[in-house]
C-alpha cells in the first residue's frame, strides 16, 4: 500500500496512547475534583489521616511533609517521607484521605519487603537511562547497513523495553497500595463504609492513569518494533 512520504501510519499508535492518556487524566481529575469536595466525618487532614495510620503499622521513622503543586503526592523509600501536595495535606476530603492512605500504602510496601517495589525501585535507573537513549540509539542504527546496523537498533529496542518492563512492574505497586489503603481506612474506622466507597472510586481513577502508562509505553515499543522490522525487510 503507498502512503505519501510525509505520513508514517505508525503514528497512529502513537495517538491511540497520547488519547488513552489524556482520557485517563481527564477521568482521574474530574472524579478527584468530585470527591474533594466532600468531607470526611471525623474532619481528620490528610495529614492527619497519615500520621495515624503510619503509626498504626508501627512506622514510626516515616516523616511526612509538606509539598507544593497538586496531586503531586509521593512516597520517597530513600528518606522514608511521605510527601503529601497542597490538594491532600490540610485537606478534610475523603479524595485527600484516600490519597494519603495511598501514599503510606507505598510506605508499609516498603517496611515489610514487598517484592514489586523493590523490583520498581531496581529497575529505575536502568528504565530512566533506557527511555533517554533507545532512540538515539534506533536512529543511530538506521544510518548504518549489515551488523552495525542490527546491533544498534537491538540495543535501541532492549533499552526502551527497559521502560516498558517498569511501566508494567508499576501497575501491581499502585494497585496493591491502593488495596491496603482502602483496607486501613475502613477497618480504622476513619472513614464510613460509603465513604470508603467514594475513596475507592478516587484510587481506582488514578490506577488507570497508571494502565494509560503502560499501554501508551506498550504502543510505543510496537511502533518501535513494526518501524525497525520494516527497516530489516528494506
Not at 47 to 54: T, V
Not at 62 to 72: A, K, Q
Not at 83 to 97: E, F, G, K
Request: hydrophobic content about 45%; proline content about 3%.
Amino acid at each position: 500500500m503507498y502512503y505519501p512520504m510525509y505520513f508514517d501510519p505508525t503514528y497512529v499508535l502513537v495517538l491511540l496512547g497520547v488519547v488513552i492518556c489524556m482520557v485517563a487524566s481527564a477521568k482521574m481529575n474530574s472524579t478527584f475534583n468530585k470527591y474533594s469536595r466532600i468531607r470526611n466525618h471525623s474532619g481528620m487532614t490528610g495529614r492527619d489521616a497519615a500520621e495515624q495510620i503510619l503509626h498504626r503499622e508501627g512506622l514510626y521513622d516515616v516523616r511526612i511533609e509538606h509539598i507544593s503543586g497538586n496531586l503531586t503526592d509521593h512516597y520517597d523509600p530513600r528518606t522514608k517521607v511521605v510527601r503529601l501536595s497542597d490538594a491532600t495535606y490540610n485537606s478534610t476530603s475523603v479524595a485527600a484521605l484516600g490519597v494519603a492512605a495511598h501514599e503510606c500504602g507505598h510506605a508499609v510496601q516498603h517496611a515489610t519487603g514487598y517484592v514489586p517495589l523493590k523490583i520498581r525501585g531496581s529497575l529505575v535507573p536502568v528504565a530512566n537511562f533506557g527511555s533517554s537513549i533507545a532512540w538515539p540509539l534506533i536512529i543511530l542504527g538506521l544510518f548504518f547497513n549489515g551488523r552495525s546496523s542490527a546491533m544498534f537498533i537491538n540495543f535501541g529496542i532492549l533499552a526502551f523495553s527497559l521502560a516498558v518492563l517498569f511501566q508494567i512492574v508499576t501497575l501491581p505497586v499502585e494497585f496493591n497500595a491502593s488495596n491496603r489503603a482502602l483496607k486501613i481506612l475502613g477497618n480504622s474506622g476513619m472513614l464510613y463504609e460509603s465513604e470508603v466507597k467514594d475513596t475507592r472510586k478516587v484510587l481506582t481513577a488514578a490506577a488507570l492513569t497508571y494502565v494509560a502508562g503502560a499501554a501508551s509505553a506498550i504502543l510505543q515499543l510496537l511502533r518501535i518494533l513494526l518501524l525497525t522490522n520494516n527497516r530489516r525487510n528494506d
